[in-house]
């Protein structure tokens, strides 16, 4: 596993960038049996990817938390409205690959490369287009934006396990009213302790987001596998 994690890791980061933005309109747009295999591919490269992150099965956790509050909400309204169970079943059984896939795809991106790389892959394609002045404002912008999420994922599982073990007695009210306050807290803090994080490393200048990657002959492998696959699962 801490091989197959750190594979993926040294993939050339716009090949993975390029990958997740073609691949995740796609996943809406093919029949649900390429995105379940989809699925299943994307989860066995992110479970090792999670087993080098401290709260990384909490964070696959979730999102399967997420994708059931959906897919039963769905259920819900469509039985309402008087959609044969067969169909509500079909539909729901569709939005949850698709919803799955496609986090499972966010996540595997935010966990194989690190917030900075995604920021210089962003600054490298839009700079043709908009100057080396904007891109590294809008690369800059991106990497702490992708930085925040997973830390939003990790301090939320922070906070849980902590009530859970300082106030046993809770019921689930008292919990939805310590929670929130909480989170906002930490992230507050955590927001001021990321600004102290970019100034102390120099990332306010232009200077430090010049691109400087490699594209090796394995990603070239890789880009023609992933234009061959996604191209297939239009035909399937």
């Known amino acids: ?123 490298w394609a839009i700079r043709p287009l908009v100057g080396k002045e904007r891109a590294w404002v809008l690369a800059l912008s991106l990497a702490l934006m992708i930085h925040f999420l997973p830390m939003c994922l990790s301090t939320m599982s922070t906070v849980k396990e902590t009530v859970v073990n300082r106030c046993p007695g809770y019921g689930f009210r008292q919990r939805m009213l310590i929670i929130p306050q909480a989170l906002i807290r930490n992230l507050g803090q955590k927001t001021w302790n990321q600004t102290l994080a970019v100034a102390s490393r120099g990332l306010e200048n232009p200077d430090a987001w010049e691109p400087d990657f490699t594209w090796a002959g394995r990603d070239w492998a890789w880009a023609f596998m992933c234009g061959a696959s996604i191209a297939l699962m239009f035909a399937v």
């Open 1 to 123: 596993m801490p091989a197959v994690a750190s594979y993926v890791r040294s993939l050339d980061p716009r090949l993975k960038l390029v990958v997740a933005l073609v691949l995740g309109p796609c996943l809406w747009k093919v029949s649900v049996i390429p995105v379940a295999v989809c699925a299943v591919l994307l989860l066995a490269i992110l479970i090792p990817l999670a087993a080098s992150q401290p709260v990384g099965a909490k964070m696959i956790r979730s999102l399967f938390f997420f994708v059931l509050f959906w897919v039963v909400l769905k259920v819900g309204l469509d039985s309402l409205t008087g959609i044969p169970l067969t169909q509500v079943l079909m539909d729901a059984g569709g939005l949850a690959a698709r919803l799955t896939a496609l986090l499972m795809l966010g996540l595997t991106l935010a966990m194989s490369t690190s917030a900075r790389a995604l920021g210089l892959a962003v600054a």
